[in-house]
């Protein structure tokens, strides 16, 4: 993989983005988008082999991965002994310095090994250990660069991987302000995806809150990179150059469609919403290509023929009582019939939804908002007729 101390010759590697609950075929179609060759589609998890400059590529440009791993292998373990060994086998020299710090965090489910913290323990035992034959010294200070261990458990079955990314990939870097219960930023993207918008049809947040949706929006449609204004755990890997980073930042710079008119729009009734709607635009650069407007859900208009609207309306923890909520429902209903040539995309975990919005969707696609289980009400409408 490497010379001793040196860095990676470009060759494979197995990388692991993990994802949302009923995230995991948008994650793939990213991964396989950036050139990769993926490998499998589990829950929870896309695995892919790639070069190693995809560490860096994957998280500058993933925008519904939660983050991205390294694999360090797989093995079966009943046992604390053959945890031991089978982490004991693995070249962790290869990719660890002797100045690394390797904290070890754990999970297990449906295992006969259940005790996490012994899991954690017995793993970074079975590291030093490795890394003092290769090293050939006993004591580690780990005051270097951060190499965040998972041990993960599933049905006796070890994976073992290095976190890549540091904070969840969620961060971009602009929502410095926020109200009660954002949707993350990776979830807001899922749904413009999910929604096939396209940077020449109009899109339309009634509910903009934080301002998420239509700034996941804009940064599609100009293909700006979701990673470009942060940092990541790797970054200060000595395995991975700084050129590696530094050639993946200027080709996202390259790709991106700076000049493109986009008609993005968000509107909220709230006008402390709506002020940190227009900061956080300002903070990510898309200010100039989304319109942020006070104004209550009775003023639903658009000048454009098709479009789509994208929300996350309320559906219990941001209003009180029931028939609130339903009365919400039914006036969206209403409303949104009005815009006849429209499509329409609704993030709920209101169970009776459509009972209240008066109309069965077109599709329905069970997701999760953090531990809510939520649903994605999808109203197709007619295709836009295309002038010759």
């Known amino acids: 993989m490497k010379g001793f101390g040196g860095v990676f010759i470009l060759e494979k590697i197995e990388l692991i983005a993990t994802a949302t609950f009923g995230l995991e075929a948008l994650v793939a179609d990213e991964v396989r988008g950036l050139g990769y ?10 695995t892919f082999t790639a070069s190693p400059e995809a560490i860096c590529r994957a998280n500058l440009w993933l925008r519904t991965a939660d983050r991205v791993r390294l694999k360090m292998g797989e093995f079966t373990a009943t046992s604390f002994e053959e945890l031991f060994q089978g982490t004991r086998a693995l070249p962790w020299a290869d990719f660890l310095p002797a100045d690394a710090a390797f904290p070890v965090d754990g999970k297990s489910i449906k295992s006969a090994l259940f005790s996490v913290p012994d899991c954690q323990a017995i793993v970074k035992k079975a590291i030093v250990e490795k890394m003092k034959s290769t ?19 599933l049905k006796d079955v070890v994976t073992l991987t290095i976190d890549t990314s540091g904070a969840g990939l969620h961060k971009r870097g602009y929502r410095d302000h926020t109200g009660h219960a954002p949707l993350r930023e990776n979830l807001a993207a899922a749904l413009v995806l999910l929604s096939r918008w396209r940077s020449e049809t109009a899109l339309l947040d009634p509910f903009c809150g934080s301002g998420t949706i239509p700034i996941e929006a804009a940064l599609i449609g100009l293909n700006r990179a979701p990673g470009m204004d942060r940092s990541f755990a790797a970054e200060s890997w000595p395995l991975l150059p700084g050129a590696l980073w530094k050639k993946a930042r200027e080709e996202a710079k390259d790709r991106a469609k700076n000049g493109e008119i986009l008609e993005i729009r968000g509107t909220d009734s709230d006008p402390d919403a709506v002020k940190r709607s227009r900061k956080n635009a300002r903070l990510s650069s898309v200010d100039d290509v989304i319109h942020f407007q006070v104004q209550p859900l009775s003023g639903l208009r658009s000048r454009h023929k098709y479009g789509k609207v994208v929300c996350n309306p309320p559906y219990g923890e941001r209003l009180g009582d029931k028939p609130e909520i339903q009365q919400l429902y039914q006036t969206m209903g209403t409303l949104f019939r009005r815009l006849e040539t429209w499509s329409y995309y609704i993030l709920t975990a209101y169970p009776h939804f459509e009972k209240h919005f008066g109309q069965r969707a077109t599709k329905k696609r069970k997701l999760y908002n953090g531990n809510i289980k939520v649903n994605f009400y999808q109203y197709f409408g007619p295709t836009p007729r295309r002038s010759r």
């Open 37 to 46: 060759e993926v490998v499998s589609v589990e829950n929870g998890k896309v």
């Open 135 to 153: 090293y050939k010294q006993q004591w580690f200070e780990e005051k270097g660069p951060i190499f965040r261990v998972e041990v993960a458990l």
